[in-house]
């Protein structure tokens, strides 16, 4: 088992930054991929970043590339989540998920076995 904690949310203006965390803990050495998802009200929970755990290989959604970047700490089993230029439309619960099975497409909710509880990013207008 992983266990995943976001930290690192919070209530910004736009075009301001924030940094998320994500602490894994557990079995940590058999997560292949981490990635970063979103979920605003009433919408569905979208694909944001990811990087692949040994190559340091990353994937961003168009809606963010440029302005977010993602980057790990491996020694203390974490991942970051910088955001730069954030935008109203950013506003969501941001949710931390590793991939522990290497299946599926990156960008899949699917593909990840376990998810952090999430942090609330609100950018105000």
């Known amino acids: 088992q992983v266990q995943l904690v976001e930290s690192g949310g919070g209530l910004v203006q736009a075009g301001d930054s924030l940094r998320l965390s994500c602490a894994a803990s557990g079995r940590t050495a058999s997560i292949y991929r981490m990635g970063w998802f979103r979920q605003a009200p009433g919408k569905e929970r979208e694909f944001v970043v990811a990087?692949?755990?040994?190559?340091?290989?990353?994937y961003y959604a168009d809606s963010v590339k440029g302005r977010f970047t993602i980057s790990r700490d491996n020694a203390k089993n974490t991942v970051y989540l910088q955001m730069n230029s954030l935008k109203p439309e950013d506003t969501a619960v941001y949710y931390c998920?590793?991939?522990?099975?290497?299946?599926?497409?990156?960008?899949?909710?699917?593909?990840?076995?376990?998810w952090g509880q999430g942090t609330q990013v609100t950018v105000s207008s």
């Open positions: 990087m692949a755990r040994s190559s340091g290989n990353t």
């Open positions: 998920a590793a991939d522990s099975s290497f299946k599926g497409s990156v960008r899949g909710r699917d593909t990840y076995d376990y």
